[in-house]
């Protein structure tokens, strides 16, 4: 028969064995406490009353404890015996002559971080057995939800390993030291060009968010065809050649189709040969032989479709006590589905409990979690360039509020713009735009992209900054009165023209 304590453990008697413990350990520990009050400095912020096993000792370091916060007369024999009797607590405990016996019970104070570690040890062992006792009690009940059961299990073994870790209390002078070491890090990997977070692989995305953050939620949104795909593997491409394990979820595409796609950007390859196999012999050669890095990337994929969030946090878990891994990718969320208990409410709740979902598995595992997300179709009946707002995310506002950065994809060639409003070429163009950031700025990024190749990267110039030049336009017969004859475009593009054509020099182009 069960019998439920004090401190919500169940008697593990069940198995006719009586729970771990030591009872000679926790008398010797308040007995040291009771003899040398400055014993309770050393594991003040390691024990807690619920590590011990006897009521009577949760009683009595309950009352040493509070001596120990009021800090108003030291910890002794008589104090404590006064502050159980203030407490009602004297009599249970067995009175003034138990106490005086704990003092004659300790074999030396100086032990009394040793007394607490066996302690913190019986104690971890009877919350395994307590939350495996629960555990199989909630398997056998008919109206569990064992997805949602597997899900607790994962986070209450979590939070039984954090508890082994102590509880500390930082004061602003251990705060400030830890924070300045933490700015000396980060200005030293800023001389190097380092970025503190995850790299993107993007400079002015870099320099924007600092490379992603531990723990942050990053949406990466944008309407079909825009290649949002193409863009996170770019990323997590980018990440792992930094020594970063990724986790790719890829709920709409298969393993096949992503690999394909990653050889396609590595090798430089038109993805529609490497799928229909049009490929030459010296295509072929040419694949084959660059595949190496790719073969040995530690990019993780599952393809598993209409995953949960449960189901995907306790995946995630496995990977990260597995392969290490430094960032998780989503493809995409709308196509997770939500807990059971949300199946039958509307479709906006559950896409909200799944942001909320991925937030807190970003948390949890303290590592940056990218999931992609489709727009509504607002943009496409917007004038203009037609670029995507917070306003134009899919089912759930509460998407933005729980993310950390909101960056939309956007190619003005899509929508048959020739020039942005930049005066750049959109032709081979694309943008990656800041919508939200929490610690940083909210810009636009102009990035190349490749279609042929589903890839993205930055724009090379043949400066450090780019530098536009005016050419003449094509005229026609009959142009229009006052209209410009002259367009922008990079200065590279300009260079790369004179040199199909066999002639020009720099010198030739005025700049803009």
């Not at 040398?36 to 390691?46: K, S, T």
């Not at 713009?417 to 940083?440: H, P």
Request: aromatic share 8%; glycine share 8%.
């Amino acid at each position: 028969m069960s019998i439920t304590r004090r401190n919500n453990e169940i008697d593990a008697t069940i198995f006719g064995k009586i729970p771990p413990q030591n009872r000679e350990a926790e008398e010797a520990l308040l007995g040291s406490l009771l003899i040398e009050e400055a014993g309770i400095e050393d594991i003040a912020d390691a024990i807690t009353s619920d590590m011990f096993y006897s009521e009577r000792h949760q009683f009595i370091y309950e009352a040493i404890f509070a001596l120990y916060q009021k800090n108003n007369g030291g910890i002794d024999l008589i104090t404590v015996t006064e502050e159980l009797k203030i407490r009602g607590k004297l009599e249970i405990v067995g009175g003034a002559y138990y106490l005086a016996q704990l003092t004659n019970r300790v074999g030396s104070a100086a032990n009394v971080e040793y007394y607490s570690i066996i302690i913190r040890q019986h104690y971890l062992a009877r919350r395994l057995i307590t939350f495996g006792t629960e555990t199989t009690r909630k398997a056998y009940e008919d109206d569990t939800d064992i997805f949602e059961l597997i899900d607790d299990v994962g986070r209450g073994l979590s939070d039984i390993t954090d508890s082994i870790k102590s509880n500390t209390t930082t004061d602003m002078v251990k705060a400030v030291t830890a924070e300045l070491i933490e700015i000396d890090a980060r200005m030293a990997k800023a001389e190097e060009g380092k970025v503190l977070g995850v790299p993107t692989g993007f400079k002015e995305l870099d320099l924007a968010t600092g490379g992603w953050q531990k723990s942050n939620l990053i949406i990466v949104a944008a309407r079909p065809a825009m290649g949002k795909t193409a863009a996170v593997l770019n990323l997590a491409r980018n990440a792992e050649r930094e020594g970063v394990p990724v986790a790719f979820f890829s709920l709409e595409m298969s393993t096949s189709e992503l690999v394909g796609r990653l050889m396609s950007s590595e090798c430089e390859i038109r993805s529609d040969f490497i799928r229909s196999g049009r490929m030459t012999k010296e295509e072929y050669r040419k694949l084959t032989s660059n595949l190496d890095e790719l073969v040995n990337s530690k990019i993780y994929i599952d393809d598993t479709p209409a995953l949960s969030i449960i189901e995907l946090k306790a995946r995630a878990r496995r990977m990260k006590q597995r392969y290490g891994i430094g960032l998780i990718i989503i493809d995409y969320l709308q196509l997770m589905s939500g807990t059971g208990k949300n199946k039958d409410g509307n479709r906006e709740q559950e896409i909200a409990n799944i942001s909320r979902g991925l937030k807190a598995l970003a948390k949890e595992l303290d590592i940056p979690v990218i999931a992609l997300s489709q727009l509504s179709r607002a943009t496409e009946t917007r004038g203009g360039e037609k670029k995507p707002q917070l306003s134009d995310l899919r089912e759930s506002g509460s998407i933005e509020a729980d993310a950390d950065i909101v960056i939309f994809i956007y190619r003005g060639e899509y929508y048959g713009l020739t020039v942005d409003a930049d005066g750049m070429q959109c032709k081979g163009m694309g943008e990656f735009i800041i919508a939200k950031n929490r610690n940083g700025a909210c810009k636009p990024v102009k990035v190349r992209f490749q279609p042929e190749y589903v890839k993205f990267s930055d724009i090379e110039y043949h400066n450090e900054n780019p530098v536009y030049v005016e050419i003449p336009k094509q005229q026609t017969t009959e142009p229009e009165p006052q209209a410009s004859t002259k367009r922008l475009i990079p200065m590279s593009e300009a260079i790369e023209r004179e040199e199909r054509k066999g002639g020009g020099d720099i010198d030739d182009f005025v700049p803009f």
